[in-house]
């Protein structure tokens, strides 16, 4: 019996609440009687576990009885939002969990609402990694997703005054049901210290890190579930520990302060989720945290996970480590030093291993958001990985002579070493000297990426390059986010679309259908609905359910020009203002922004100040009759991510072009139902492809186009001479309309706007506005609109994830399996 399968708890609304009572009872050690939501919350959630728990050691069972080559997807940032709800849509739990809670005189939406989302990423890139664990296990495909598990996530984003101001998340405190700690499994990780060189009998150098200072590695466990298919995979991550709790000596000899300090300066490395998410700062509790997590990650797969017997010669066969940006690119080095210094390899043959063990993805196009760390820095946390950098280098520098024989201009430029402005390593490119394939996250990117940014790279290899489009999964994106949707969908043409999103194809034909169409109106209103009491209770904030819904949530970031929309906003309240407009003639419409800026980004906190201060002017003027709303909700993230989009008629995507590497929300967006207006940049370009252009709002200019205005010489103002709207727009925030009279406190916005206007909004204001007349005529004809509505959501099932996955194991992780 010990040593059969696990049993779940009957799956009954009986057995349910047995367990229910059973884990609040024994695992929270009160009475139904005596518990809070808190303890409810907890013991439903350890229920949901309980009901995965022989999937989870089923797969890993089945998993070791066949072995295949695995992904170990590294990265440093997992967005996963919160699991509650996920785990039972995946259990097939929802149904009969709602009955037992019923049963038992609780209120399942409270103890919905008690989960803190798990805000451990900053947003597109961590949402993305979320959303491919959760395709893989949904598609039945062997994964460990690795990463850091901190202490503080993003920071919790409120307003005092208008202005941005960080609290710290906190997202453990009320417990975390969903993690297993596996102390038992900790793993050491060196820092610091030097390295030794030897010379054994055959005169073979050996060299050997000793490393200054150890931290314990102590992996949580968390379970990723497919969707209905009896999976469960991995996500592990990794929290840093101190070695001993404290240094004896210091602490018998009283100084109780100087021995907790070691304790303290160990568990930093986990401690905190950096918040930016472009511009790198060369910090070294980052690099640490990049070398923790990576080598607690390679430690555990070699050491723990691969079976004792196989021969490390195979380990291209069993794993291909999928490197999320550059954060992880360390682990390269890292292997390189477990074959040669730990594992006796030679260089040759562990270079021609780790080759094989890695691939690349990069989610950028800024040049200033490529990772570069400064050599001095590294030798100093790492002194054994920059030897082994440098060899690298050196090495593949020949190769580059051997291809371009007295090309020495070109090997500068391609040598991993920069020397300027300061000695450091580039990771970028050491990630695509050792990766098997480097990818881009939508077509125009991998372009951009093999013309601009390593174009000496793809010249030398362009096999290595290729392009995977982001995807985004549709179970917690359409099927958990909008549950009145799917029903309806559900009841059209089946539930097969869940796991296979392509056969929402078959509803473009209800398009044509006036009573489908009247239905799909419905469903967009019951979710305007929801958000609305949602917003009032969560912000204190009014929406008005017959507005048009014009949303724009993502990162605060001057490319993806939120201040252009804000240009738009105050254009149709300065047309009501000065009369040109008659107040009529306004399309009611509520804007909603969700954003956060990194703490140290002062011009990304200067627009969200000039944001709110125009959502305070407009809301209460009452010239604009409540025709125009513009909604600030703080703290945009995952969970009201899930309430907002279903909720949306309009989808801003309005980049220039050039600057989004891909961008997921527009697929979010476009998959539930609401028109998109943007510019040809990311993945916007695909989705255009897709639903048509009588179905997306286009504007603005190509991404060459952009780069020759650019060669022409830009300048700001004179479109801002040129164009009278635009002018008085300026104008109006300028006098001080929206900050009290106060001109100098949106100075800085409004001075790099007319001056410098780095990503070209003014140049982008004419044929934006524009755009948006269409919107409000095609708007104004609500069976029309629908239409293209639903033709998006029909068109727009190769976005799903799941297909992203189909193309990384086609084209990076098991090329040629087919
Ligand atoms: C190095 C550090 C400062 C850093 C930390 C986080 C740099 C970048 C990031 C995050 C980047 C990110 O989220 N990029 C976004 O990735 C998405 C998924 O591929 C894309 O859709 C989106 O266009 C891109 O901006």
Request: glycine share 8%; hydrophobic share 40%.
């Amino acid at each position: 019996l010990a040593t059969g399968p696990v049993t779940s708890p009957p799956r009954t609304v009986d057995g349910f609440v047995r367990e229910f009572l059973d884990q609040l009872n024994f695992g929270q050690g009160v009475k139904l009687s005596q518990s809070t939501i808190n303890d409810q919350y907890l013991a439903l959630a350890r229920t949901v576990r309980s009901y995965l728990m022989a999937s989870w050691l089923e797969t890993g069972h089945r998993r070791r009885k066949n072995p295949t080559r695995i992904v170990g997807y590294l990265s440093a940032e997992y967005l996963l939002g919160r699991q509650l709800g996920n785990n039972l849509l995946a259990s097939d739990l929802q149904g009969i969990a709602e009955q037992a809670m019923e049963q038992c005189g609780i209120d399942m939406a409270a103890l919905r609402g008690q989960e803190v989302e798990p805000g451990l990423g900053n947003g597109g890139l961590g949402r993305l990694a979320a959303c491919f664990v959760d395709s893989l296990a949904t598609m039945d495909q062997p994964c460990i997703g690795y990463g850091i598990r901190y202490e503080y996530g993003i920071f919790r984003q409120t307003f005092v005054e208008g202005r941005q101001v960080e609290e710290p998340d906190s997202w453990l405190r009320l417990g975390s049901p969903w993690e297993f700690p596996h102390p038992e499994r900790a793993v050491q990780v060196g820092f610091g210290g030097h390295t030794e060189t030897s010379v054994d009998e055959d005169g073979t150098e050996h060299t050997r890190w000793v490393p200054a200072w150890q931290v314990r590695g102590v992996p949580y466990h968390y379970m990723v579930p497919g969707f209905r298919n009896g999976v469960v995979n991995t996500l592990r991550l990794w929290s840093a520990e101190a070695n001993q709790a404290f240094d004896l000596q210091t602490f018998n000899a009283g100084d109780y302060a100087q021995a907790s300090r070691a304790e303290i300066f160990a568990e930093n490395i986990s401690k905190v989720l950096y918040p930016d998410d472009s511009t790198p700062q060369g910090k070294e509790l980052r690099l640490q945290q990049q070398y923790f997590f990576v080598a607690c990650s390679l430690r555990d797969f070699i050491e723990n996970t691969l079976p004792r017997d196989v021969d490390l010669r195979e380990l291209p066969q069993r794993i291909i480590f999928q490197l999320n940006d550059t954060h992880p690119v360390i682990a390269v080095p890292e292997l390189m030093r477990i074959l040669v210094d730990e594992k006796g390899f030679d260089w040759d043959e562990a270079w021609d291993i780790t080759q094989q063990c890695f691939a690349y993805t990069c989610h950028t196009l800024l040049p200033e958001a490529l990772e570069v760390w400064p050599v001095d820095l590294l030798g100093r946390l790492l002194p054994r990985h920059l030897e082994i950098i440098y060899r690298i280098n050196e090495e593949f520098l020949l190769e580059v002579r051997d291809a371009f024989p007295g090309d020495e201009g070109r090997v500068r430029r391609m040598s991993i070493i920069a020397e300027q402005p300061q000695r450091a390593v580039r990771m970028a490119y050491l990630a695509t000297v050792a990766g098997a394939k480097v990818n881009g996250v939508a077509e125009l990117h991998s372009q951009l990426l093999r013309d601009d940014v390593l174009p000496d790279f793809h010249a030398m290899w362009p096999e290595k390059f290729t392009n995977v489009t982001n995807g985004i999964t549709p179970r917690r994106f359409l099927y958990l986010a909008n549950r009145r949707l799917s029903d309806l969908i559900n009841e059209t043409i089946g539930t097969g679309w869940v796991t296979d999103l392509e056969q929402l194809r078959q509803l473009e034909p209800y398009a044509d259908d006036a009573d489908f169409r009247q239905r799909f109106r419905d469903v967009k209103h019951a979710n305007k609905e929801r958000l609305s009491k949602l917003l009032r209770v969560r912000d204190g904030i009014e929406l008005s359910q017959d507005h048009l819904l014009d949303v724009m949530v993502k990162r605060l970031h001057e490319y993806k020009r939120q201040t252009l929309k804000l240009l738009h906003v105050v254009s149709v309240y300065e047309g009501v203002l000065s009369g040109r407009t008659p107040i009529d003639q306004v399309t009611p419409r509520t804007v909603l922004f969700g954003a956060k800026a990194a703490p140290g980004y002062h011009m990304a906190k200067e627009i969200i100040f000039l944001i709110n201060s125009v959502a305070e002017t407009v809301n209460t003027d009452p010239v604009m009759d409540g025709r125009l709303q513009v909604l600030f909700p703080a703290n945009y993230n995952v969970t009201l991510a899930e309430k907002v989009i279903p909720a949306a008629d309009l989808s801003e995507q309005i980049s220039l072009a050039g600057k989004e590497a891909s961008g997921t929300g527009n697929m979010k967006f476009a998959l539930n139902g609401a028109l998109t207006i943007g510019t040809l940049d990311g993945a916007n370009v695909e989705i255009l492809d897709l639903v048509g252009e009588d179905n997306f709002f286009l504007f603005g200019m190509t991404e060459p186009e952009v780069e020759e205005l650019r060669q022409r010489g830009y300048v700001p103002s004179s479109f801002y001479e040129a164009d009278p709207v635009l002018k008085a727009t300026i104008d109006l925030i300028g006098s001080g309309h929206f900050t009290g009279g106060d001109r100098g406190a949106v100075s800085a916005v409004l001075d790099n706007l007319l001056n410098h206007d780095p990503f070209m909004a003014l140049a982008g204001f004419g044929s934006y506005l524009e755009a948006q007349d269409r919107v409000e005529r095609a708007y104004a004809d609500p069976e029309a609109w629908s239409r293209s509505t639903i033709l998006n959501v029909a068109r727009c099932g190769f976005f799903s994830s799941d297909r992203s996955m189909r193309d990384y194991l086609d084209r990076i992780w098991l090329p040629g399996d087919a």
